[in-house]
């Protein structure tokens, strides 16, 4: 594997992220957002929970964002950065808007209770689930060989699509990368304003117009950091084998990224499809799944 980036397993690799992943978990499946809150009161308790929530608040624009890996997060982040006052050093041209977060420890909550204050606009954004860990994948495991053809090919994992799946689907998701984690769990709890579709990008952009006056197309998208999304195309040849059998290297040295439907066999959508059925729930709500 290449180091952390692509290790599905790497909350594992920090023990005081993995306690408090596995107490913040247990907690939000047990009890309401008032007892999370009273818990975060607790010196101790308050760290992991604003880590492991992870969520942006910035009190200039009265907002709480719930980001979801793989769901825009990195583009309505930068937002965020770029149009609060405490983060006026923020140099998106420098450093990507993750980074910048975690070196000055940069809009994070106080305390929980931001997550009740009807004062503040809660919204996230999901994204279909097949089309998330699909692009999750390939992000974290083919994506560093296209971008970096000198990377040492020794390096290359042997994890291909379906054995990702099979072992997401047996594992809980505090034992897995925040990549691949449920997406309803980054919001477990909270009553929010507003959730948008990935998939819908047009109608997300016309609610932060409506909210804060800021225009995503024009004054955010093109300053994000290293913005590189990933290109799907039907390659000309069809593959030697599926699709979802093939590692990492076999992908990228095909020359293109296919759709993600053709990740996805018959098994491979059930496995999905169980594992992450709350989050397709959460989904029909506010798209259509293809």
């Not at 980036?5 to 499946?29: H, M, Y």
């Not at 990008?201 to 994000?224: A, H, L």
């Not at 290293?226 to 040295?253: F, G, H, S, W």
Request: hydrophobic residues 35%; glycine residues 2%; contains cysteine.
């Amino acid at each position: 594997m290449i180091e952390k980036n692509i290790d599905v397993t790497s909350p594992r690799l920090d023990p005081v992220k993995s306690c408090g992943c596995a107490v913040v978990f247990l907690i939000q499946s047990c009890f309401s957002l008032e007892t999370e809150q009273n818990f975060s009161k607790i010196k101790w308790f308050n760290s992991i929970f604003v880590r492991v929530r992870d969520v942006l608040v910035s009190d200039y624009l009265k907002t709480v964002y719930f980001p979801i890996p793989k769901s825009a997060c990195t583009l309505l982040a930068t937002m965020l950065a770029l149009h609060d006052p405490q983060t006026r050093d923020f140099d998106p041209e420098a450093e990507g808007v993750h980074r910048y977060r975690f070196r000055k420890n940069a809009l994070r909550p106080k305390d929980l209770s931001v997550f009740s204050n009807k004062n503040y606009f809660k919204f996230t954004v999901v994204r279909n689930p097949y089309n998330r860990i699909v692009s999750g994948y390939i992000d974290k495991f083919v994506k560093p060989f296209i971008l970096n053809p000198k990377l040492d090919r020794g390096l290359a994992t042997k994890w291909t699509f379906e054995k990702l799946v099979d072992f997401l689907v047996s594992n809980k998701d505090n034992h897995i990368d925040k990549h691949w984690r449920s997406q309803h769990l980054f919001f477990k709890n909270v009553e929010l304003d507003y959730i948008g579709a990935f998939e819908n990008m047009e109608d997300v952009n016309r609610k932060i117009k409506e909210v804060f006056g800021i225009e995503i197309d024009t004054q955010v998208s093109p300053r994000v950091y290293k913005k590189a999304r990933t290109q799907y195309n039907p390659p000309e040849e069809p593959p030697v084998k599926p699709v979802c059998k093939m590692t990492p290297l076999e992908i990228a040295d095909w020359g293109k990224i296919p759709s993600y439907q053709s990740f996805l066999t018959p098994r491979i959508r059930k496995l999905i499809e169980k594992r992450y059925a709350k989050d397709f729930e959460v989904y029909s709500k506010v798209a259509t799944v293809s």
